[in-house]
């Protein structure tokens, strides 16, 4: 097994760093502290062909591995792990098109998002259906040529920004998981709305809301996979998003580890860099190890898919292991600033504000050992 990157894969992790540097990095403190989404920074990531990176070029895609997909989300997160989330979710919602929609959803919905014309959100969560997605509430009701929806999403990524939106819905409840269903639905659709936005502890330029469905019609050839399919199709899906969020958490890692390095080797105490103490040291050297058994965990779980071979249990190891390990890198990292790390415009605050959600959203840290173990006494 070659676990060095190919030379388009390295050129492609230099292009990205080279634009979190010009585009995200000057701007990172500024829009945590104000909640602000970059819509700039969106415009730019489609105008460079970022927003469809792995769907296929003739959906305006470029047709890249989920490998590569994972160094560009990691590279993001070292920079601002809010515009990550975003990027990642964008690639989500649209990747479920991809999967499972017809030609005629792939150009009229896929196609916009690949190129950046649009912007793209998966929604599942609910208020009582977080884990348990069987719990879910939301409808949709077939009249003539149109589905009715009815019901309320919460904590959905991009609710606020995205104007394409792949919901799940049950068609029949009575079937329990046989009866749900996905849908694309449009920001414009009549009946939708978008809810309370909502403040968070980290993630800040990210921005999460509710979704209001009351009588919302969309047209009946905007259900993507045929009614019944949407639990499948949903829990398919979040297999690749965990890849994501795994890449993220060892983005938000090594951001943590760069800047204990560098603050390590400028802090002086007892007339020398603190990173002479073997305390220091330790702690560095466990976050290096950790982010490396990380990033190999999830390239390996992307180089599954990429191969077309089972992936599931793969991904919830990546993200279970990544996220967790990403809390404890960030924590540490605090502790080697001392209070200047408890300060906020400080990078390493935002850090361990931003990891948290990491070990909660796309499955909880204990959903997925619930997947791990069940895949593994099959």
Known sequence: MDFNLSEDQELIQSNMREFCAEYVDPIAVEIDESSRWPAEVFAKLGEMGWMGMTFPTEYGGAGLDYVTY?????????????VCLDFCCHILGSLVI???????????????????????????????????VGALTTTAVLDGDSYVLNGVKTFITNGPTAD????????DKSKGAKGMSTFIVTKDSPGFRVGDHFKKMGLRASQTSEL???????????????????LRIAMASLDHGRI??????????????????????????FGKPISKNQAIQWMIADMETNIAAARFLTHYAASLR????????????????????????????????????????????????DVKITEI????????????????LR
């Not at 394409?164 to 068609?171: E, K």
């Not at 890449?247 to 800047?259: C, K, P, T």
């Open 98 to 132: 991809n999967n499972y929609g017809n030609e005629q959803q792939k150009q009229k919905y896929l196609v916009p998002l690949s190129e950046g014309q649009r912007f793209g959100c998966f929604a599942i969560t609910e208020p009582g259906a977080g884990t348990d």
């Open 244 to 269: 994501g969020i795994a890449s993220q958490a060892i983005g938000i890692a090594q951001a943590a580890l760069d800047e204990s390095i560098s603050y390590s080797k400028q802090r002086i105490q």
């Open 164 to 171: 394409t939106f792949v919901i799940l819905a049950y068609t």
């Open 70 to 82: 994972a160094i560009v989300a990691e590279e993001l997160s070292r920079s601002s792990a809010a």
């Open 306 to 353: 990429d191969q077309g071979k089972p992936f599931g249990k793969e991904a919830a190891m990546a993200k279970l292991f990544a996220s967790e390990m990403a809390n404890k890198c960030a924590s540490k990292a605090v502790q080697v600033h001392g209070g200047y790390g408890y300060m906020r415009g400080i990078k390493v605050e935002r850090l361990l504000r």
């Open 212 to 230: 209001i469905l009351k009588d919302c019609r969309i047209p009946r050839e905007n259900l993507l996979g045929g009614e019944g399919n949407g």
């Open 361 to 376: 959203y796309e499955g909880t840290s204990e959903a997925m050992r619930m997947t791990i173990a069940g895949a593994a």
